[in-house]
């Protein structure tokens, strides 16, 4: 955060610069800045040639036609850079004192006599010195003013949107009804994870009589149909050792070479064809908990019977969403929003409203002070 001190201090420097410069008119300094520049541009690339000029001894003729022709173009610049001044002061873009400077320089040149028109044109260092630290010094007020400003407008804004909080309201009922949805539908989850683990742990035969009683295939396409159903019971039954197994167990049979598979069942091949070759089915079975089978959906009537019906300590749930389900997009609205309005008072709950407003009190103070005409 800036400090009083610091803008104060700025500002003394500043209107400090511009009184030393009051003596130019500021619709005229530019011009003076411009011609100033070129010409020490010149100075120094005369000054520069005549150095050349004198320690060069006995140069060839390419060389003196070299000096020579650079020698004639900045004698060229020099009279355009007169007739500028002149085209200047006729547009007033500059003051006759600072002309006559301008030409008096000029004129101590062409003459040869540098160390002259190095001390005259010290006039104008000095005006280009001040320009820069002036121009220097009000780049940074309007940086300063560019961070207090969009500090000022940060707060401004945090403070408008605590008071929008405060004034938000929400229906505290249909929240809760849609949390006590939100609850019904999670143990309904729970129970599914039960569910499946029950069958999962089922032995094969007992797993394969529940899928075609309770028809579970209508919630899960990948379980066997009638007649893959039939070969697998009729297989089952035929080989208990198999049938008393439950899926994962079952599964490990499948990595077994045929010497050791033959010792359990003979007919190998009716094992690979009838039990491997369904390989993918046992997998889906063991993963049913990341498929659909059975999926929590309160707008499902046929997922929401089967709860209701076949599974134990789900009707009173079932029922309770049912209820609850009718307003539900009310609910759900009402719930988000209030969602939305929690979590951003937890965010702005690391700033205090207080002080707050007392900080935005001293950037506009130093703002205040920043601009005000006084130094």
């Known amino acids: 955060m800036l400090s009083a001190e610091e803008i104060c201090e700025l500002k003394r420097i500043h209107h400090s610069l511009e009184k030393r410069m009051e003596k130019i008119e500021k619709n005229q300094l530019s011009a003076i800045v411009k011609l100033s520049e070129r010409l020490k541009e010149l100075m120094a690339d005369i000054e520069s040639m005549r150095e050349k ?4 001894w006995n140069p060839d003729l390419n060389t003196r036609i070299k000096i020579s022709k650079k020698g004639i173009k900045l004698s060229k610049e020099l009279n355009y850079f007169v007739m500028e001044v002149a085209s200047e002061f006729e547009k007033s873009n500059i003051p006759e004192d600072a002309g006559k400077r301008f030409m008096s ?5 062409k003459d040869n006599r540098m160390d002259p028109a ?10 280009i010195e001040l320009s820069k630290r002036y121009e220097k010094t009000e780049e940074e007020m309007k940086e300063k003013d ?5 500090e000022q407008v940060r707060i401004e804004k945090i403070l408008a949107e605590m008071s929008e909080l405060e004034k938000e309201t929400v229906d505290l009922g249909k929240i809760l009804s849609y949390e006590n949805l939100l609850k019904n539908l999670e143990k309904l989850e729970k129970l599914r994870e039960t569910y499946i683990h029950s069958l999962l742990s089922e032995p094969v035969v007992e797993l394969l009589e529940d899928i075609e009683k309770y028809s579970l295939k209508d919630y899960c396409q990948a379980l066997p149909g009638k007649e893959e159903m039939a ?3 009729e297989f089952f039954s035929e080989y208990p050792a198999f049938g008393k197994c439950n899926v994962n167990q079952l599964c490990e049979f499948f990595e077994y070479s045929e010497k ?7 007919e190998t091949s009716r094992f690979r ?3 491997v070759g369904n390989k993918n089915l046992f997998e889906t079975i063991l993963s049913l908990e990341k498929t659909t089978f059975l999926a929590v959906d309160d707008e499902n009537e046929k997922v929401m019977d089967f709860y209701a019906e076949m599974i134990e300590g789900a009707q009173e749930i079932v029922e309770q969403i049912r209820q609850l389900r009718k307003e539900k997009y009310s609910y759900r609205e009402e719930y988000e929003k209030n969602k939305k309005i929690e979590k951003r008072k ?6 205090s409203k207080k002080e707050l407003e007392a900080e935005l009190r001293d950037i506009e103070h130093l703002l205040e002070l920043l601009h005000s005409n006084h130094p």
């Open 146 to 150: 560019r961070i207090l400003k969009r």
């Open 231 to 233: 070969e697998l019971k």
């Open 118 to 127: 190095k001390k005259e044109f010290e006039y104008f260092e000095e005006i």
């Open 105 to 109: 320089v000029a004129k101590l040149i």
């Open 273 to 275: 064809r009838l039990v």
């Open 346 to 351: 937890e965010e702005l709950s690391k700033y």
């Open 53 to 56: 000029e004198k320690n060069m």
């Open 260 to 266: 050791k598979l033959s010792h359990i069942c003979p």
